[in-house]
């Protein structure tokens, strides 16, 4: 198995995600290489050059085009390629024509008998990240989904707007499926150290915290759907999102992530990838973090995972 280049990372798609995530890491400084493939290569050929000459204000970083050999010795393969839904196409089309795609991505990883981690963005998620595992065939830990590292951070950008608290001092977490079905834990929530609910009392700022929590965790189901109806596609925070999983393999930060990683007894969950607070490092997923959670977001939890349960059966129908 070839040793992986230190810091050498591969972005497969080199759309609006792929190239904000690759912007945002060589402003980072954590990459050493970034290389960017698409199958459409004059994108990634327009794109690479763009970035490039940016080189003079980034930390020193290499960024060119790539092909499948590069991921023989890359550190990390974060695959944001996929295709958008057509007119008249169904979910479930679409879900097979992204699924063959992260097929052949991940079977052309493999054929280079690469051991580096592979962070699976393009969306579905938590279904591709079943995906990619199933054609990868390797430990769990070194395929991770980006899940619901976005929607964490949509969360905590939320409270921190309606308690007006440094959004730095805001601690929350959604889980389950990164998509309609996911909920926010708010047992495990806490600004400023304070669980959500006795916080409250002190911010003072609502007249009905329940019905207001509820709002915001509906607003971060919607998110997306705003952000594409206004411009299309999101790219910015989650490029973000993606410099921060990132940062956390690079440095062994073992930083607590809610990535989307495949269960196997933990929360009572079985065969289904879906995003739970995980930590981070070196190695990918290095541990789940089985929290206690109440039965309401337990129940929460296995409602989402059924629903991807659903899709990953859809996998093996005709679409
Ligand atoms: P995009 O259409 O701008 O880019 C996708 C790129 O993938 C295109 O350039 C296309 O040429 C390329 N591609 C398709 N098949 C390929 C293949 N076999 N090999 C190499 N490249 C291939 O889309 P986008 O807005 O960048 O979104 C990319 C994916 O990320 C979508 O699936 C989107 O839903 C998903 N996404 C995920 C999150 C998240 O939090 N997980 C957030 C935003 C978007």
């Known amino acids: 198995m070839p040793l992986a280049s230190q810091r050498k990372i591969a972005v497969v798609g080199a759309g609006a995600v792929g190239s904000t995530f690759a912007y945002a890491l060589a402003q980072s400084g954590l990459a050493g290489e970034i290389v960017l493939i698409d199958q459409n290569e004059a994108l990634a050929r327009g794109q690479v050059l763009d970035l490039a000459h940016g080189q003079p204000f980034f930390p020193a970083v290499s960024i060119r085009e790539g092909n499948p050999s590069d991921y023989r010795d890359a550190q990390l393969i974060v695959i944001t390629a996929g295709a958008a839904q057509r007119p008249g196409e169904t979910r479930l089309e679409l879900l097979h024509k992204n699924a063959a795609i992260m097929h052949n991505i991940v079977a052309d990883i493999v054929k280079q008998d690469s051991d580096g981690l592979i962070l699976v963005v393009s969306n579905p998620v938590d279904v591709m990240t079943y995906v990619a595992l199933q054609s990868a065939g390797v430990d769990r830990g070194r395929i991770l989904g980006s899940g619901t590292v976005l929607d964490s951070a949509r969360l905590r950008h939320l409270l921190s707007a309606h308690c007006s608290i440094d959004v730095h001092n805001v601690h929350a977490y959604i889980l389950g499926e990164h998509g309609d079905s ?29 019905e207001k929590r509820d709002a915001m965790e ?43 990683t495949r269960l ?39 409602a989402s995972a059924a629903v991807l349960k659903v899709a990953i059966a859809q996998l093996d129908t005709n679409a």
């Not at 600004?191 to 911010?203: D, M, S, T």
């Not at 971060?220 to 925070?237: L, M």
């Not at 933990?266 to 070196?282: A, H, R």
Request: glycine fraction near 8%; charged fraction near 20%.
């Open 264 to 302: 196997e007894g933990e929360f009572g969950l079985q065969d289904v990838c879906v995003s739970v607070p995980c930590v981070v490092s070196e190695t990918g997923v290095e541990q789940i973090v089985t929290a206690n959670l109440p039965e309401n977001e337990t129940a929460a939890l296995h």
């Open 182 to 210: 996911e909920f926010a834990a708010w047992s495990m929530t806490h600004v400023a150290g304070i669980p959500i609910n006795e916080f409250c009392p002190i911010c003072g700022r609502c007249e009905d915290w329940n």
């Open 218 to 260: 509906q607003q971060v189901r919607d998110s997306a759907y705003h952000i594409i109806d206004y411009k299309g596609a999101t790219c910015f925070a989650v490029g973000l999102a993606l410099v921060r999983i990132v940062g956390a393999i690079l440095r062994r930060e073992r930083s607590v992530l809610t990535v989307c």
